[in-house]
């Protein structure tokens, strides 16, 4: 059996191969890096990880992020559980946010001590106060040379449609929605993105709501019949429209509810109207969070003509099960912005996110924009 010895001799080890000298509560999630070789690395790696409220991706990426041939030195990729606070909580956040990023330095065999800069895209990262509580407690992670960068996921998504450029306007719909954007002269908007406690419509969690509350509605006489009610109880395994009570209060969190989306997706395909209704309601609330951020923005120029990228992100705008919603959005967009610019990432926002750290290490940039 090791002895203490042995296993503060590990320990150091460990910390010297990292390059961090103080350890945390999370610190068995680095048990791998006593087992890389002790050499200094060669060359450096960035990260970028988006997390949001259904999961958290962290890419590993060789720096520089871009090559010459416009390549993406990808190194590795770890998926982990959601981490947007306001729905799972602070503890369990960080938890996702720290297992993705160790998950993805171990699967490409790299120590701490190799990263160069590390960005986090962060759904619920909505002030100055949540980016400095996160920069905190990434400091006792990484090394002191490390450069850290804390935005909202939507400026990832962004830089991950406009090749890193902070430019144009961004509409992520998924277990939540968010619409922000970025000037030409830097200046920043959003819209929406507050959580369904204040109201996300458009979001996945909001449609899959609307349609639980129309099966209420329709049980009780309030609403008409629609397909929902049967296609979305066989899907949970219920019987009767009231067991959704204990279903839905049992544990409420967004993204369990969210994930009924292909559900009325599916339905609406099938023709049923109400489930039409609450798809259609969603794309005229999704519009009107293009709406403001441009607006207030001004991407469009002072003549309505000027042209600038919109890049959409998020499961709900993706054309599945039947239905696409990204279509009926566009074109509600395009009548009040003519000169838009529809964009659908090439690259996931977590590479986005890279390069935004990578740009972190070029402009060594303190403030930070949520």
Not at 140 to 161: C, Q, R, W, Y
Not at 192 to 195: K, P
């Given at each position: 059996?090791?002895?203490?010895?042995?296993?503060?001799?590990?320990?150091?080890?460990?910390?010297?191969?990292?390059?961090?000298?103080?350890?945390?509560?999370?610190?068995?999630?680095?048990?791998?890096?006593?087992?890389?070789?002790?050499?200094?690395?060669?060359?450096?790696?960035?990260?970028?990880?988006?997390?949001?409220?259904?999961?958290?991706v962290?890419?590993?990426v060789?720096?520089?992020?871009?090559?010459?041939?416009?390549?993406?030195?990808?190194?590795?990729?770890?998926?982990?559980?959601?981490?947007?606070?306001?729905?799972?909580?602070?503890a369990?956040?960080?938890?996702a946010?720290?297992?993705?990023?160790?998950?993805?330095?171990?699967?490409?065999?790299?120590?701490?001590?190799?990263?160069?800069?590390?960005?986090?895209?962060?759904?619920?990262?909505?002030?100055?106060?949540?980016?400095?509580?996160?920069?905190?407690w990434?400091r006792?992670?990484?090394?002191?040379?490390?450069?850290?960068?804390?935005?909202?996921?939507?400026?990832?998504?962004?830089?991950?449609?406009?090749?890193?450029?902070?430019?144009?306007?961004?509409l992520?719909?998924?277990?939540?929605t968010?619409?922000?954007?970025?000037?030409?002269?830097?200046?920043?908007?959003?819209a929406?993105?507050?959580?369904p406690?204040?109201?996300?419509?458009?979001?996945?969690?909001?449609?899959?709501?609307?349609?639980?509350?129309?099966?209420?509605?329709?049980?009780?006489?309030?609403?008409?019949?629609?397909?929902?009610?049967?296609?979305?109880?066989?899907?949970?395994?219920?019987?009767?429209p009231?067991?959704?009570?204990g279903?839905?209060?049992?544990?409420?969190?967004?993204?369990?509810?969210?994930?009924l989306?292909?559900?009325?997706?599916?339905?609406?395909?099938?023709?049923?109207?109400?489930?039409?209704?609450?798809?259609?309601?969603?794309?005229?609330?999704?519009?009107?969070?293009?709406?403001?951020?441009?607006?207030?923005l001004?991407?469009?120029?002072?003549?309505?003509m000027?042209?600038?990228?919109?890049?959409?992100?998020?499961?709900?705008?993706?054309?599945?099960?039947?239905?696409?919603?990204?279509?009926?959005?566009?074109?509600?967009?395009?009548?009040?912005?003519?000169?838009v610019?529809?964009?659908?990432?090439?690259?996931?926002?977590?590479?986005?996110?890279?390069?935004?750290?990578w740009?972190?290490?070029?402009?060594?940039?303190?403030?930070?924009?949520?």
């Open positions: 059996m090791p002895s203490s010895a042995d296993d503060e001799d590990a320990q150091q080890q460990q910390q010297q191969q990292s390059g961090c000298k103080r350890p945390h509560a999370s610190s068995e999630l680095w048990e791998f890096e006593s087992l890389i070789a002790a050499e200094p690395p060669k060359s450096k790696v960035v990260l970028g990880v988006d997390g949001g409220g259904t999961c958290t962290c890419v590993c060789a720096a520089p992020v871009v090559a010459r041939d416009g390549s993406l030195p990808l190194l590795s990729r770890c998926v982990t559980a959601s981490s947007n606070h306001n729905s799972v909580g602070d369990a956040a960080r938890r946010i720290e297992e993705s990023m160790a998950g993805a330095l171990m699967k490409a065999c790299i120590p701490r001590s190799a990263v160069q800069a590390v960005c986090l895209a962060l759904a619920g990262v909505d002030s100055p106060s949540d980016g400095e509580g996160y920069l905190s990434m006792k992670i990484f090394p002191s040379t490390v450069e850290m960068a804390v935005h909202n996921d939507g400026v990832a998504a962004l830089a991950s449609g406009t090749a890193g450029k902070l430019y144009g306007c961004v992520i719909a998924g277990t939540g968010i619409a922000l954007g970025f000037g030409e002269d830097g200046k920043f908007a959003r929406s993105g507050v959580g406690g204040l109201g996300d419509q458009g979001s996945g969690f909001a449609i899959a709501s609307q349609a639980l509350a129309a099966i209420m509605r329709a049980d009780d006489g309030r609403g008409p019949a629609t397909s929902l009610t049967p296609a979305i109880l066989k899907t949970l395994g219920l019987s009767l009231q067991d959704l009570i279903w839905v209060y049992a544990d409420a969190s967004w993204a369990r509810v969210a994930s989306l292909p559900v009325v997706k599916a339905c609406a395909r099938e023709g049923d109207t109400v489930a039409r209704k609450v798809l259609n309601d969603a794309v005229y609330e999704l519009s009107c969070s293009v709406k403001a951020v441009v607006g207030r001004k991407l469009n120029g002072n003549d309505g000027k042209t600038f990228p919109l890049v959409l992100a998020g499961g709900v705008l993706e054309n599945d099960d039947g239905w696409d919603l990204c279509k009926p959005l566009m074109e509600c967009v395009a009548e009040m912005f003519p000169r610019q529809p964009i659908r990432p090439k690259v996931e926002p977590a590479i986005g996110a890279a390069m935004l750290a740009t972190q290490c070029q402009t060594s940039v303190t403030e930070e924009n949520f």
